[in-house]
């Protein structure tokens, strides 16, 4: 059978926060966008850990804006309201976004559609065809066939970096040993009151971890209990059964991590029901459907984001989104802690626009946790607001590329900058963040 052929001015692979914020920000300059996702659902590690909060989106206390807020606002002005920004409980952290899943899934669907992006879902990319330099296709295959997309532009937001790779970009998979973080399966727990479940006031209810530990009924993986408030009330968001020595790009290796991560599940909910004031009528619902993967390649941008970068707190001149997130570190390999470290002292710093450049493709960008970044600084830029903001900067950088008829790498970056601050997008080009 025939490849369809598809027509477009920018590819976006991914239809995580990433990409969504790269198709929306593009297709509302007017240009035809396509974005293929490969599951059926919006918003990447939101599809497969159902109640994550948005962490990181407001450093100093601050909205980072643009996008973010934009989809923010849009929840939280919807009756009854669908978002909230709170305090984590968690060391660290500070402000997040709390949010209604589901209606998240339903507004970034009518963002996008409002927008005209066409979507492509259940839709696996499979390779780049390369002209030289340029990506001049992309396969993939839907239930219906082989599908050929011929774009001016792509914006890998893929979170693996898989088609970015395969077109030549060098990358690191992992740390420098090839360690990732660990992979989590994560659920909610309904009928739990707040009051109770959280009496002690522990955020991570070490007590009855070490408890369950000892007595043998808890991974030793366990030991201490990522729980925090669901957006509604009586519900309770666990993020707490992690899997190590997971390879993300393999398939099998995921299936068997989501396998061994439903019996910790089972085990942990039984623990909860049995000992912990608060769980004894409680029940789980939202068990993600696979683990959440929280690192694989990082890809080679014109600048590699550094951890010293990062702790002195540096604003780049073509910095695109502010960040304050700790270094959020999560049991790489046998001996691996968890670790969330602040960043840097006070204040915050920015990714360059840089990091989302390969050196060589000349139309080609990435955006996510694909980003260019060493292992200690990319424990702290992955945060979804950070990875919406990275999109939002590939689409205005996509509509910049095609006005000008050049290679990405020749495009002055400080126009993206000037594009991002136009549509909100704070603590850029010098200026502070401010509210």
Aim: with cysteine; charged share 20%; hydrophobic share 45%.
């Amino acid at each position: 059978m025939a490849e369809t052929q598809i027509a477009c001015d920018l590819l976006v692979i991914g239809g995580g926060t990433a990409g969504f914020g790269a198709a929306v920000t593009a297709a509302r300059q007017g240009l035809s966008v396509r974005v293929v996702e490969a599951g059926a659902r919006l918003g990447g590690v939101m599809a497969f850990c159902h109640g994550m909060p948005w962490g990181g989106g407001f450093p100093c206390d601050v909205s980072i804006g643009g996008v973010f807020e934009e989809l923010t606002d849009r929840l939280a002005a919807q009756t009854p309201p669908a978002a909230e920004k709170r305090y984590s409980t968690l060391e660290n952290f500070g402000a997040e976004v709390i949010y209604d899943p589901d209606m998240a899934q339903i507004e970034m669907f009518a963002m996008l559609e409002e927008a005209g992006v066409l979507l492509h879902l259940n839709t696996l990319v499979e390779a780049p065809v390369m002209e030289g330099d340029r990506i001049a296709a992309v396969t993939a295959m839907d239930r219906r066939g082989a599908l050929a997309f011929r774009p001016r532009v792509v914006v890998d937001a893929s979170g693996d970096g898989h088609i970015a790779a395969q077109a030549g970009v060098p990358f690191d998979l992992g740390d420098a040993s090839g360690k990732m973080m660990g992979v989590t399966l994560s659920f909610l727990l309904v009928n739990a009151p707040w009051d109770q479940v959280f009496a002690e006031g522990d955020p991570y209810f070490t007590r009855y971890a070490e408890q369950g530990v000892a007595q043998g009924r808890l991974h030793p993986d366990l030991a201490q209990l990522y729980m925090m408030k669901g957006f509604h009330s009586g519900t309770v968001f666990c993020n707490s059964v992690i899997i190590r020595n997971v390879d993300g790009t393999d398939p099998a290796a995921v299936a068997r991590a989501t396998q061994e991560g439903r019996r910790r599940v089972a085990q942990l909910v039984a623990f909860l029901r049995d000992e912990v004031p608060g769980f004894e009528n409680a029940w789980m619902t939202a068990l993600g459907p696979t683990v959440g993967v929280r690192e694989t390649r990082k890809l080679h941008g014109m600048h590699r984001l550094t951890g010293a970068e990062v702790a002195a707190a540096t604003k780049f001149h073509d910095g695109i989104v502010a960040c304050s997130n700790p270094v959020d570190d999560v049991m790489r390999g046998e001996a691996g802690a968890m670790t969330h470290d602040a960043a840097l002292e006070e204040g915050f710093y920015t990714l360059p626009f840089r990091a989302l450049v390969p050196e060589r493709i000349e139309n080609l960008m990435f955006a996510g946790r694909n980003v260019s970044a060493d292992p200690v600084a990319f424990a702290s830029i992955r945060g979804m607001p950070q990875c919406m903001a990275m999109g939002q900067a590939t689409g205005n950088a996509t509509a910049l590329v095609l006005a000008g008829n050049g290679p990405v790498q020749a495009l002055d970056p400080v126009r993206v900058v000037a594009a991002m601050q136009a549509q909100g997008v704070r603590g850029l080009a010098g200026q502070g963040l401010r509210a």
